[in-house]
């Protein structure tokens, strides 16, 4: 079984950054995706970025050249470094572990945007 966790979440003023931290552990594989995702109250879930083992990286339009996806010094930690937010921005933001048939999400970390 594997575990995530979302950490780094706060209120944080519209122009301004945020590094979210997703950590994994538990039962995980070789092969993996680490996602980030976003969900914001009346809003479906809309995925941000993504990052495989190989070190490849993917963004959704609306957060490239504004969001960073990267790993930590150890493998298990994953960041969205988060800047130039904006009150659209507002969301409860949730990492996802995929790994073969398997997926595990955490609980969301929450990031307020005040205009």
């Known amino acids: 079984q594997v575990q995530v966790v979302e950490s780094g979440g706060g209120l944080v003023q519209s122009g301004g950054s945020l590094k979210l931290s997703c950590e994994v552990s538990?039962?995980?594989?070789?092969?993996?995706?680490i996602g980030w995702y976003r969900q914001a109250p009346g809003k479906e879930r809309e995925y941000l970025a993504r990052?495989?083992?190989?070190?490849?990286?993917q963004y959704e339009d609306a957060v490239k050249g504004r969001f960073t996806i990267f790993r930590g010094t150890t493998k298990n930690v994953v960041y969205l470094q988060m800047n130039n937010l904006k009150p659209g921005d507002a969301a409860v933001y949730y990492c996802?572990?995929?790994?073969?048939?398997?997926?595990?999400w955490g609980r969301g970390t929450q990031v307020p945007v005040s205009s």
């Open positions: 538990g039962r995980t594989l070789s092969a993996y995706d």
């Open positions: 990052l495989w083992d190989n070190g490849l990286t």
């Open positions: 996802r572990y995929r790994s073969g048939p398997g997926d595990s």
